[in-house]
């Protein structure tokens, strides 16, 4: 299906469940939320607006279900990097792991790569300056980096 059939079939079923689930219904929600993700792989910013109006409850109740519901995502990205580039990881070598984990992924800070997987930000101290170089993915922290390990790890997420 291209991508202007699955938005006429998401709203169609919308509408439906809007009809099938009382007015502010969070369990019409998260069918919603489970059916947008299905159909687009993500729930896009665009589709949780859409799925507030069409079951009347507010933006912000559409965006806590997302949270506490681990399957959903809000973005195709699967692998969010960020890597430190404070002062005290610069002392240890970050510059080296830096253009490493860059000329792996192919991509430049605050840039996505081609298949939309992998995103790649900075950040300036993660206050864990004694473990550095450090470099976070998905929240997890991954400690006394070097060129080599920074180069292994990014294989690993691209495979
Ligand atoms: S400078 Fe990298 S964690 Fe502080």
Redesign the pocket.
């Known amino acids: 299906m291209d991508e202007k059939n699955k938005e006429l079939y998401f709203l169609e079923e919308l509408k439906y469940m809007s009809e099938r689930f009382e007015s502010g219904s969070q369990e019409g929600v998260k069918e919603a939320l489970r059916f947008c993700q299905d159909t687009f792989g993500y729930v896009s910013l665009a589709h949780q607006k859409q799925i507030a109006e069409f079951l009347n409850v507010d933006d912000k109740i559409v965006k806590t279900l997302i949270k506490f519901t681990k399957s959903i995502k809000e973005s195709k990205t699967e692998f969010e990097v960020i890597c430190?580039?404070?002062?005290?990881?610069?002392k240890n070598g970050?510059i080296e792991v830096i253009k490493s984990v860059k000329n792996t992924l192919g991509i430049d800070f605050d840039e996505t790569s081609k298949d939309g997987k992998i995103r790649l930000s900075t950040q300036?101290?993660?206050?864990?300056?004694s473990?550095?170089?450090?470099i976070m993915i998905n929240g997890k922290f991954y400690h006394n980096m070097d060129k080599n390990k920074a180069e292994n790890l990014m294989k690993e997420i691209m495979e």
């Not at 300036?124 to 300056?129: E, H, L, R, S, T």
């Not at 473990?131 to 450090?134: F, L, V, Y």
């Open positions: 430190c580039t404070g002062p005290r990881c610069a970050s300036n101290c993660f206050k864990q300056c473990k550095g170089p450090n």
